[in-house]
């Protein structure tokens, strides 16, 4: 009897732990631009987001036919420096 008792607290216990990382999780979106090229951002995402180079390129064809694509998510400590990196080269991105 005892295992069906615990059962029901501990999944309790497991969805209030992903309602509390749900607050903290960000989202690093780019957005597409006429300027910069595939190559591009294919090498700063790489680099700045620590994409795989497959990664990096399925982003890098969303933001082109899609105008945006959320590229990496995490807190906000994670995400701001990724976020200022990606705009001292000329992309375009936001946080939300």
């Known amino acids: 009897m005892a295992k069906y008792y615990d059962k029901p607290q501990r999944q309790y216990e497991e969805e209030v732990a992903l309602l509390e990382n749900e607050d903290e999780v960000y989202k690093l979106v ?3 631009d006429d ?3 595939f190559d591009f951002v294919i090498d700063s995402l ?3 987001c620590h994409h795989t180079l497959e990664q990096a390129e ?13 590229v990496k998510t995490g807190s906000l400590e994670l ?3 990724m976020h200022e ?12």
């Not at 399925?58 to 959320?70: D, E, M, N, R, S």
């Not at 990196?85 to 939300?96: A, D, M, P």
């Open 58 to 70: 399925q982003c890098t064809i969303l933001v082109h036919y899609k105008g945006k694509c959320t």
């Open 79 to 81: 995400l701001k420096p």
């Open 35 to 37: 300027v910069n090229t």
């Open 30 to 32: 780019l957005h597409n």
């Open 46 to 48: 790489i680099e700045i």
């Open 85 to 96: 990196k990606l705009i001292s080269r000329g992309l375009t991105s936001e946080i939300v």
